[in-house]
C-alpha cells in the first residue's frame, strides 16, 4: 500500500518475479495485473483476515 495512491482504496501484490497486482479493499477483487496464482490466493487469505487494519492503513496513508 502507497501513501498519496489514486481511488479506489487498494493494496499491491508483488511477487517475487517482479509480477504486480492492484487488489481493491472492499470487495478483495483484482482490479489490474496478476503476480501469479499462489502470489494472488497467498494475499487475498492473508486480506481477508486483515481488512479492518488495512482500510485503517489507507485512511491514515491517504487522508
Do not use: C
Amino acid at each position: 500500500m502507497y501513501a498519496a495512491d489514486h481511488l479506489p482504496p487498494h493494496f499491491h501484490v508483488l511477487a517475487n518475479d517482479g509480477r504486480e497486482a492492484l487488489v481493491e479493499l472492499a470487495s478483495l477483487q483484482m482490479l489490474a495485473g496478476h503476480a501469479g496464482a499462489r502470489a494472488q490466493a497467498e494475499a487475498l487469505a492473508w486480506a481477508a483476515g486483515h481488512r479492518t487494519q488495512l482500510q485503517i492503513l489507507w485512511k491514515e496513508l491517504n487522508p
